[in-house]
């Protein structure tokens, strides 16, 4: 078990009962190649999650679409009955085909029907947060997402899911969903090399809604810069632990959600929530995007 008992401070989610640890754990890896299909070694898996709890992980972000139907059946065979106080958000508004590919499922339909998966696929009465994920994988494309939203607001009326999210979109997409309903919940690509979501972070931020980057250590193939390299040996540290704890220190708001499908990476993700970064480390890690952030 780490010793990272504090994983990064708290979160409260707007409106809420739900306090969180901010490093979190997302499950996406916990499927097979390509988040598709059963894991090569179930057992690994289901010792990752485990091991997670164990840490102190609260936060659990998956989607029933990763496998798909695999990773949440692995949650609940790992942790049903869940643990109080464990906030597990998913995401609805896609589908896998029948090769593998990424498909929309945006349909009133296939919002209903993706609830009822996860519902039973993870073993509850009510998904705690649920993001709609929107726009193509390339990133978030402008339109109006009253649609499928309004679904979910519907289903959440129904008691089918306690509280709403978004994924994959723009600003102006969650000023128009903030018009229909409460979100809690942002989750964007953002890294400490992609920050093209600068202004955003920080007007969420002033909201009090949390921002949550997947792929957060994306951008680099692997996290290839001589910067963090360097910045990484000083503090006797790894690249891929001091971009989480710069996501950490970048607003109040980041909630992270690293993840494998093993147990030492875990371990060594959760360790990033303890890492301190110098003013100097800072500077230099601020200039990794092509701008600074702010702090």
Not at 215 to 237: R, V
Request: net charge neutral; with cysteine; proline share 6%.
């Amino acid at each position: 078990m780490t010793d990272s008992a504090n994983l990064g401070g708290t979160f409260t989610f707007p409106g809420t009962s739900f306090t969180v640890k901010r490093m979190g754990y997302g499950a996406m890896q916990l499927a097979g190649p390509h988040v598709f299909g059963p894991p090569k070694d179930e057992a690994a898996a289901l010792a990752v999650l485990r091991e997670a709890i164990a840490a102190g992980v609260d936060h659990i972000d998956t989607s029933d679409f990763y496998g798909p139907h695999v990773t949440n059946q692995i949650i609940k065979k790992a942790l049903h009955p869940y643990s109080k106080g464990l906030v597990i958000v998913s995401k609805i508004g896609a589908r896998r085909g029948a090769d593998g590919s990424w498909l929309p499922a945006l349909a009133p339909t296939e919002i209903e029907s993706g609830i009822h998966d996860n519902l039973r696929n993870l073993g509850v009465d009510a998904v705690d947060i649920v993001n709609l994920r929107v726009g193509g994988v390339q990133g978030p494309s402008e339109g109006s997402i009253a649609g499928p939203l309004q679904r979910l607001i519907e289903l959440k009326s129904r008691g089918l899911i306690r509280h709403l999210g978004l994924s994959n979109v723009t600003a102006k997409q969650i000023e128009e969903a903030q018009t229909m309903t409460e979100i809690v919940c942002v989750q964007n690509l953002y890294n400490i090399a992609l920050r093209s979501d600068d202004a955003l972070v920080d007007s969420l931020a002033k909201q009090g809604i949390a921002y949550v980057p997947f792929f957060p250590l994306g951008g680099f193939t692997p996290l290839q810069s001589t910067e963090l390299e360097a910045t990484a040996k000083s503090l006797e540290a790894t690249p891929m632990q001091v971009a989480l704890a710069w996501l950490l220190h970048r607003a109040p708001n980041m909630l992270l959600i690293p993840g494998t499908s093993s147990v030492a990476h875990l371990r060594e993700n959760l360790k990033a929530a303890t890492l301190k970064l110098p003013p100097k480390a800072l500077a230099v890690l601020d200039g990794i995007g092509g701008h600074g952030a702010k702090a």
